[in-house]
């Protein structure tokens, strides 16, 4: 199932995003995150995760890196940790000590 | 699905109907196949003006980008190499600025609806069944239904038909949306876009494009009736204005059209009898900058699982 979903996201991206160029304000793009998040996590949560961030990525949302959470990490709801691609660098300039539970965006 | 849909063919069928008024009764058009025809391309028109505002807002932040290009740059002299990375890091630095020239894709999904709700209002109106405000209209819905332009029917559609001008017709909307998609994309990749971010993956990439884009046209064209068809090839002629409006005004640092505009800048300003300015020296682009339009210089970034990035960050 999360194969055949993960082959319909990968066709989907071959076609559709060629057709729109770049338009999302997430790292990474939305259907790119749908795949990571179906491959990791199974049907049910990767679909769950993708459906949230699709709802999370509007114009009004800041954007920046939103990764795919780790299993370990998995939330049903809320920011996951080490999601924002900062855990791995502590000594970049850009606030080195983020609070993971800030929503990207208002009212995500 | 005709439940949850049902307030939107209202809302459809009740825009179509409006311009129908206006055209039929206000300015008393007498032709009704060209009536619908206006009245479909109104109700793009309609959707699209809605969403002007989410396009002003990117036209905005698009324009602040210009002000964080020192930033960029340097941030592309860091990670030089690891493209994932850069674009991690470009999405930060336009997070923490507040300046994200993407638009998301929740203007495009908005779309889809509506132009779902159209296709079924249209089938409905081929298959005498009526749906949303045509329910309560019967003889609007009886125009409708007999609504022709050159002998074609509206709701008709190129696989349901036997009738030769339906088919030419479809065909030319078609080779119309074909045309109108291809200027477009022909329009940001030679005017806007730097020199260097024409090759490599990203130039491979639209080559592809340029022939699985007609193959989807087509398969919509024959598919679904003349009406739906005319929509999508009206919001696609829209696309394609609106991004000539933004090249024009608002060309990409280092891309072919930020010198004609530096040139109609420098002629205008000799026609007024002003000194006339040199055109600035275009600002030194590296290959695969993000700038301006950063929408255009779309790299696909490479699928990796978490793991194998994680890996890679050790």
Known sequence: MSRLIAALLKAYRLVVSQLYLQTCRYYPSCSAYA????????????????????????????????????????????????????DHDVSHETTPNHVPNVPACRGA | MDTVLAPL???VSWIMIGWHWLFADLLGIGHDGLNWTLS????VVVIRVLLIPLFVRQIKSQRKMQLLQPQLRELQKKYKGDRERLQQETMKLYKNTGTNPFASCLPILLQAPFFFALFRVLDGIANEHPRGAFESQVSLFESARGAEVFGALLSDSFLATDVIQTRIIAM??????????????????????????????????????????????????????????????????????QQLFVIRRMPAPGSEAEKAQQRRQAEKARRKGLTVAEPEEAPKVEPGQQNGEVEQTRQQPKKTSRAARKKKRK
């Open chain 2, 9 to 11: 063919y209202f809302l």
């Open chain 1, 35 to 86: 795949i990571g998040s179906v491959e990791t996590h199974g049907a049910l949560r990767g679909v769950w995760l993708a459906l949230r961030r699709l709802g999370r990525c509007h114009p009004w949302c800041a954007g920046g890196v939103d990764l795919v959470p780790t299993p370990e990490n998995y939330r049903w709801w809320g920011r996951a940790a080490g999601t924002d691609g900062e």
């Open chain 2, 172 to 241: 030319v909307m078609v080779a119309g949306m074909v045309s109108s998609q291809f200027i477009t994309q022909r329009q940001i990749m030679r005017k806007n876009m730097p020199k260097e971010s024409l090759e490599g993956p990203f130039a491979q990439q639209q080559k592809i494009l340029l022939y699985v884009l007609p193959l989807i046209f087509l398969f919509t064209g024959v598919y679904f009736p003349l009406g739906t068809v005319l929509y999508w090839l009206t919001s696609n002629i829209w696309t394609m204005g």
């Open chain 2, 40 to 43: 479909i391309i109104g109700l």
